[in-house]
């Protein structure tokens, strides 16, 4: 399936739907985020505040205001988030250069968001997690994540049904390899 009037192939990291408005899609590609607002009929990268480099994660998360969703989007170390079709654009979030309790600042590989408004993000050295939407960082369990590639994460629930995120620690490989990733468990605030 071709997305993009690109020619050769376009690596793409992930892809997106607006938990609000499934029509609005957004994909992460190593030329950047594209987004639909028909369901992928079409794709546009014109977004206000986008550096225009290469994406290697993208997710939607809750706002304050009901019905409406924030696009996180990162590329290397840096994120933006933000209403993408907003005169304002995506704006630059993370990381906080005044605190050096979260550096340092690795690539990101993964940002997963929860119901309560917290963003959490998997680098190359651990985890981070803004309990505010992405106004302020922290490093979490950094004795067990420091120095350590957090590929993926995954957003859940309890058995009391309170949220979860779960990181997956390390190197991802085939399992015919033998290599099986560490999966963490991390209970969110």
Request: charged share 20%; hydrophobic share 40%.
């Amino acid at each position: 399936m071709r997305l993009f009037a690109i020619p050769g192939n376009v690596p793409l990291e992930w892809a997106r739907c607006n938990p609000n408005n499934t029509l609005e899609i957004v994909v992460a590609s190593h030329f950047g985020v594209f987004l639909s607002r028909d369901g992928g009929l079409t794709f546009d990268q014109d977004l206000t505040g986008w550096p225009g480099r290469a994406a290697w994660a993208v997710e939607w998360g809750i706002t304050e205001k009901k019905n409406l969703y924030k696009l996180y989007t990162g590329t290397g170390d840096v994120i933006f988030a933000g209403d993408p079709w907003s005169d304002k654009g995506l704006e630059f979030i993370y990381p906080d250069f005044n605190n050096s309790e979260t550096a340092p600042w690795g690539t990101i590989f993964d940002i997963k968001t929860t119901n309560s408004g917290q963003v959490w993000i998997g680098t190359d050295d651990g985890l981070r997690a803004s309990y505010d939407g992405g106004r302020n960082w922290k490093a979490v369990s950094r004795t067990l994540f420091s120095r350590g590639m957090v590929r993926k994460l995954f957003v859940g629930w309890n058995e009391q049904g309170g949220e979860r995120v779960v990181a997956i620690w390390g190197t991802i490989q085939a399992r015919i390899s033998g290599a099986i990733p560490t999966a963490s468990q991390i209970p969110v605030r």
